[in-house]
């Protein structure tokens, strides 16, 4: 998506996508409407044809391809699933806390809900990046 600005995806258009990502991260060659409907059973909520729809919206925004195969398309990430989290971060933490890094981390920790072991992953991270 180099010569797109890369958009926030609709909740729905999300939860597609990252079956598409969960998948092909466990070395699905062939992604396809029907797999991701089987393996993700939160999906079976939506009808088949939703999901298409869904899958037809992300490959218009440039976050996957599709190839046919036999009867069925079959669908590829564009996008990694690593630069996503990072621009969707980046996106919160500018609209909800108008760009305050600090507030979001102080909310994090201060409300308790963050294991010893979080908090230790957390420390380490700060720690590696300072030697950067």
Do not use: H
Not at 51 to 64: D, P, W
């Amino acid at each position: 998506m180099s010569d797109k600005k890369m958009i926030k995806l609709p909740e729905s258009e999300l939860e597609v996508m990252q079956a598409i990502w969960a998948l092909n991260e466990e070395g699905e060659k062939f992604v396809s409407a029907g797999l991701i409907m089987k393996r993700f059973p939160a999906l079976t909520r939506l009808k088949l044809t939703t999901v298409l729809t869904l899958i037809t919206r992300l490959q218009t925004k440039g976050f996957i391809t599709t190839e046919k195969l036999g009867r069925s398309n079959c669908y590829t990430p564009i996008i990694d699933s690593a630069d996503y989290r990072k621009f969707a971060s980046g996106d919160f933490v500018e609209k909800v806390y108008m760009n305050d890094k600090m507030g979001l981390i102080s909310a994090l920790v201060s409300d308790e809900s963050l294991t010893a072991e979080e908090l230790d992953e957390i420390k380490k991270i700060i720690s590696e990046n300072e030697k950067k």
